[in-house]
């Protein structure tokens, strides 16, 4: 086993946030039973936060031991802007999913997502977008059923009258 | 191409004014326990009968969580336009008292209920009891060491041990399992001793001889259980309790247009008629009921009466039938 | 005689022939797109085939069983997103192989080990069901809960470089299991009064952040480097690998059998284990685990197929369901009208064979597809980095969603993504957490039965644990297990190896 011999930037007060939390979730584990019986719901809980908490305690320990890594820096290494980018496109994505709905916000994210990322001009990125974004509704909402959210854009009118036109057509 | 652009067109705008008859797009049914379940195999065996009578399909989907109530606020969060149908068993009548949720079935538009279960005691093969005599002596002779499977409070198991308790008074281990499943196959593994499920889940063990039923939870004697005596001839007090059991019913939401309803209800009760479903419901010993309006109100009103004040009075509901002005059975 | 004319209905059926291959064909997409649950498929075909002849029907969903428990390596080797549960543990060496441009080696040997394990559970399935069955629904709460406990030890095996850290991983993910209204009581907990926690995390979600979206995320670190190419000039892979491998294949195999066969697990915890058991049994690794050992490759393939067999021995002999898919399977038998339940073997015994035949066959055609699309596959991961990525997001959403049809699990997933990337930058591994969502249920519910079937008495669990033969192997193991981690064990190991 090859230990690490220095911490990263961020790594101290991220395990330092992880002892908080476990102790949060310790006390929230002894609020359900207290110590009650060793068949109440708040046994296993109480039990893996204990772990938690000590565990949290002996990786803090050896984390601020460690010197820290030279010309490693948080903002580069570590969370670099792409990143922190990417990360609110996907927010994005997420919040607009149910109210304007599945295929628009999808659209959207791929076809900025993919200009940002791919940089191959906007044209090679719409089609792209346009291609997968077919696959996946076809493979989802049309073979699997999956309802997803519909937002704006009436699908099941849309395709009930599709559905006529061509019973009517044919 | 042009042409069909038009022929498109026009169909999308004659469609939108005029409105046509309900159904015009597919209809969603959201199923309230997880696939696999007897209520997901319930209303997946109705809505292809259902389907032909709408003319449109029934997209089904599995919506599980919070003993059921995850579904029920979903349906009640959509448009009360009839197109998203509430797919369930009994669990909600008893959200109430249980601090589950402020809602149940009353509060929504019934469209059928379609059978109900009846509730039996089985046990171990090797047990030294044969009907619901025996066995309460055996628990009175053994305090505490007999060890009843339960699905959880405000499940079948806890409301017919309810129903008993009130009859007389046993001192037992209860054993918790998340459905009837696990807690028959505990039982054939020797983990439990008793437990009282619904007839359905049991009757192919029972044939095969790998349990037995000691006690049926109903007034009348059932022709799937040949010699086996109502539990009333045991404890005539229950019979102001009985017939209990557990249903399967699909609703929508309050404030659905009537003639919307009318269509469903009209679509659901003819597919309920029909003879594969009967018989699939029969043999796995569920009550035909395909009742819907008041008929269907009494029902739910009578079930949420009758549970909802055992499991007050069994002393686990959270809140008082009262608040709720629930009456008494 | 009878016997083998139901096992060969549907090979000798032009028309069951080709819908079990079409079957087996959609399953292995089904298993392989992340969110699309064999379970869910499985369901929708219930409607389906609803006015279909039984035999038409059951050879679609089997394939799509078959095939969909197979596919779900695909992805976990391609992408790191594991298709499902029981292919979390192809990803952990998997995907590096993938990293290496061995993606389409990879493809290969776990297609030829899927089926290898297939054959052992079809095989344990014909010819032992009813003892297996026997010896399945035997299983005390009590020996669930140690089984969990055997599971948690793999902590041990995926840490990494800090035991510490993985305890805590592992840990945080049994809690995470325990999230929602408690299964047994229904009271509340870590729920903080929000109704969509009530039916706690689930662990598909959890899953497709922990390793798709930190995954893609740590990719964006990379962006100037170009994808890895791809080497496709072997696909089958070499006799003497399938010879070598084949011991290894046979006794995860039937760690899968038995673990499927279960009732109270499947295919998820018999991969996991089986990936245990080849990390410890492997003396010398060409590769070291977790970097792309083929060995973690081969168990847990061999065992989450072999599974499928387990899980249809209390099925066909008992009615009762081995995982949550044979459980749809008895729905759609009742639904077409026969009744599953002991009598079935006896009272149609053409159901059981031709289920053992169809399974068979399902078997050979995941031989077929598996070994034929693999060119264009791992040309797929070859995609610009900036295409991939996007398409990733959206899988991972749109996957998550369809779990339940609810945005909450959504959420979740990119919480988890979020906290997996961290995870990573700082020295955790992500497959701890997995471990302890799958198994935290288990060791719960039959932690508290068992401890309430001895009515709150520890000393008479641990009495009742040794008076079982079944309880005193698992416990055995356990210790053993436990002291074999230990650093006093491992210098005498050595030792005794110098020495010698």
């Known amino acids: 086993m090859n230990h690490p011999t220095s911490r990263r930037p961020g790594e101290l007060l991220f395990n330092l946030l992880v002892l908080i939390a476990s102790l949060f979730l310790f006390w929230q584990a002894y609020a359900i039973a207290q110590f009650s019986s060793l068949s109440s719901s708040g046994a296993l809980p109480l039990a893996a936060t204990s772990i938690m908490v000590i565990s949290a305690c002996l990786v803090l320990i050896k984390t601020i031991r460690l010197p820290l890594e030279p010309h490693v820096r948080f903002i580069r290494h570590i969370f670099p802007p792409i990143i922190g980018i990417v990360m609110a496109l996907i927010l994005m994505f997420a919040v607009m999913l149910e109210p304007i709905g599945f295929i628009l916000s999808a659209a959207i994210f791929l076809f900025i997502a993919m200009t940002f990322l791919h940089r191959k001009g906007w044209v090679v990125s719409l089609g792209l977008t346009l291609v997968s974004l077919a696959l996946v509704y076809c493979v989802f909402r049309l073979i699997f059923k999956v309802i997803l959210p519909e937002g704006i854009i009436p699908e099941r009118e849309i395709m009930a009258v599709i559905s006529h036109w061509f019973s009517a057509n044919f | 191409m042009k042409k069909t652009i038009i022929g498109a067109l026009t169909a999308l705008t004659l469609s939108t004014t005029a409105l046509a008859a309900f159904p015009e797009k597919d209809i969603q049914g959201i199923i309230q326990w997880g696939a696999g379940g007897s209520t997901d195999t319930v209303m997946r065996s109705i809505s292809p009968h259902a389907e032909k009578a709408l003319g449109v399909d029934i997209v089904l989907t599995n919506k599980t969580g919070g003993v059921g109530a995850i579904a029920m606020k979903y349906v009640n969060s959509k448009d009360d336009d009839g197109y998203t149908l509430l797919m369930g068993a009994e669990n909600p009548q008893m959200y109430k008292v249980l601090g589950l949720g402020d809602m149940d079935y009353n509060d929504m538009i019934t469209i059928n209920i379609l059978a109900r279960g009846t509730p039996v005691f089985v046990a171990r093969n090797d047990a030294p009891y044969n009907n619901m005599q025996e066995f309460t002596d055996f628990v009175k002779a053994h305090p505490g060491e007999l060890k009843i499977g339960s699905t959880g409070n405000g499940g079948l198991t806890s409301i017919v041990m309810a129903m008993l308790q009130s ?33 359905g889940a049991t009757i192919e063990q029972i044939k095969a001889g790998r349990m037995k039923v000691i006690g049926l939870v109903d007034k009348e004697a059932n022709k799937l259980l040949p010699g086996v005596a109502p539990i009333t001839d045991t404890f005539p007090g229950l019979k102001s309790y009985l017939p209990w059991g557990p249903f399967f019913g699909i609703f929508v939401k309050q404030g659905t247009p009537d ?65 709720f002005n629930i009456p008494r059975p | 005689m009878e016997a083998l004319s139901f096992f060969a209905i549907s090979w000798i059926s032009p028309q069951l022939l080709a819908l079990t291959a079409l079957g087996t064909f959609l399953g292995i997409y089904v298993g392989a797109i992340p969110g699309l649950s064999v379970t869910m498929a499985v369901s929708i075909l219930i409607s389906f085939t609803f006015s279909w002849e039984v035999n038409n029907a059951l050879c679609l969903m089997v394939g799509v069983y078959m095939g969909g428990v197979y596919g779900g390596s695909r992805t976990a080797i391609l992408l790191n997103i594991p298709g499902a549960p029981s292919a979390i543990a192809t990803a952990l060496d998997g995907y590096p192989l993938a990293q290496k441009g061995l993606a389409g080696e990879a493809i290969g040997l776990s297609t030829v080990m899927s089926v290898i394990g297939g054959f052992v559970g079809i095989f344990v399935l014909a010819v032992a069901a009813p003892f297996v069955s026997d010896f399945a629904i035997s299983f005390q709460p009590r020996d669930y809960m140690l089984l969990g406990v055997l599971g948690i ?31 047994l009581t229904a009271e509340e907990r870590f729920t903080f009064g929000v109704v969509e926690l009530w039916n706690g995390i689930n662990p598909v979600a959890v899953m497709i952040g922990l390793f798709g979206i930190s995954e893609a995320l740590t990719q964006l670190h990379f962006m100037h480097k170009a994808s890895v190419k791809q080497v496709i000039n072997r696909i089958i892979p070499k006799w003497k690998d399938v010879k070598r491998y084949l011991p290894l294949s046979l006794q995860s195999s039937s760690v899968g059998v038995i673990v499927g066969a279960l009732p109270g697990t499947g295919g998820d915890i018999a991969a996991l284990m089986a990936y245990d058991y080849a ?44 995982d949550a898919v044979t459980a749809v399977f008895i729905g759609a038998l009742f639904i077409h009208g026969l009744n599953p339940g002991p009598l079935l073997m006896i009272e149609q015994p053409e159901i059981f064979w031709f289920t053992v035949g169809n399974l068979t066959l399902a078997n050979i055609f995941i031989l077929i597809f598996g070994l034929t699309g693999i060119r264009l596959f791992a040309k797929l991961v070859e995609c610009p980095k900036g295409v991939l990525i996007p398409i990733i997001f959206l899988l991972s959403i749109v996957g998550a969603y369809s779990i339940n049809n609810a945005i909450t699990d959504v959420w979740w997933m990119l919480g988890f993504g979020v906290i997996g990337y961290f995870m990573k930058q700082y020295g955790y591994q992500v497959g701890p957490v997995i471990l302890g969502v799958i198994l935290s249920r288990l060791i719960d519910e039959n932690w508290r039965r068992a401890i309430l079937s001895e009515q709150g008495n520890i000393a008479g669990f641990f009495g009742e644990a040794f008076t079982s033969p079944l309880s005193c192997v698992l416990l055995a193991t356990i210790v053993f297990i436990f002291i074999s981690h230990t650093p006093l064990w491992t210098r005498w190991r050595k030792n005794k190896s110098s020495k010698s």
């Open chain 2, 167 to 199: 009859q007389i008074s046993l001192d037992y281990t209860s054993i918790p399992y998340n459905g009837d499943g696990p807690a028959l196959t505990a039982l054939q593994g020797g983990a439990i001793d008793v437990m009282p499920a619904v007839l």
């Open chain 2, 259 to 323: 003639d919307v309803v009318k269509k469903l209800q009209g679509a659901f009760q003819q597919a309920a008629f029909h003879p594969d479903f009967i018989d699939l419901m029969q043999k796995r010993g569920f009550t035909i009921l395909n009742i819907s309006g008041e008929e269907a109100n009494y029902f739910l009103s009578g079930y949420r009466s009758t549970s909802s004040w055992l499991v007050h009075e069994a002393g686990f509901s959270k809140r008082s039938p009262e608040e």
């Open chain 3, 279 to 322: 990390k410890r049994t492997t003396k010398n690794p060409e590769v070291e685990f977790g970097k792309g050992a083929k060995e973690g490759l081969v168990a847990p393939e061999s065992a989450n197929n072999a599974a499928v067999g387990g899980a249809y021995i209390p099925m066909l002999t008992l009615g009762i369901p081995g």
């Open chain 3, 153 to 183: 030890m793999l902590v041990g095996s995926l840490s990494g470089n800090s035991l510490a850290k993985g305890v805590l991983a592992g840990s945080f993910g049994v809690l995470i299991g325990t999230v929602g209204l408690d299964p």
